[in-house]
């Protein structure tokens, strides 16, 4: 999981029901994950069960899947414990950067100030080539938004 947020956890633990699945989650976004039966309360969705975590994270390791090592990158901001996930040239933010965009920042746990020191002292720092996968929107890449995004001027 890149987060907490409902649209990205809300199907995980139906799935985990469905699948032996292993469930990694920075722990500084396990508030959020345990308060999802609320948020689909507030928005009067079906109300679903926050995910079964089962490797919780803290550093910047690297975590194995299926003979797949992905690189973890700790990106704060759009929630306290978000999470970049690098594999080969292509790393997946969540919700941290998008093509020409940013995350939002006002939902709790979130800073503005935080959000853009990850993207500018973390993502930035990867190859300008590195293709970046959004949690929404088209895929973009590290050189296309240091040059274009407006919100990173
Ligand atoms: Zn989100």
Do not use: W
Not at 75 to 87: A, E, F
């Amino acid at each position: 999981m890149t987060h907490a947020h409902i649209d990205h956890i809300g199907i995980v633990d139906k799935l985990q029901n469905k699948f032996n699945l292993k469930v990694f989650m920075h722990e500084e976004d396990q508030e959020i994950s345990k308060n999802l039966p609320t948020y689909c309360q507030m928005f009067g969705l079906e109300i679903l069960k926050p995910p079964k975590i089962t490797n919780l994270i803290s550093d910047e390791n690297s975590i194995e899947i299926a003979n797949y090592t992905f690189n973890i990158i700790k990106t704060p901001g759009h929630t306290p414990g978000g999470l970049s996930y690098m594999i080969g040239n292509i790393v997946f933010v969540g919700d941290t950067l998008f093509n020409n965009s940013i995350g939002r920042t006002d939902l709790p746990g979130g800073s503005f100030s935080v959000l853009v020191n990850s993207i500018k002292d973390k993502l930035f720092l990867l190859d300008d080539k590195v293709k970046v996968y959004s949690g929404h929107g088209p895929v973009t890449t590290i050189g296309y938004e240091k040059k274009n995004n407006i919100f990173l001027k």
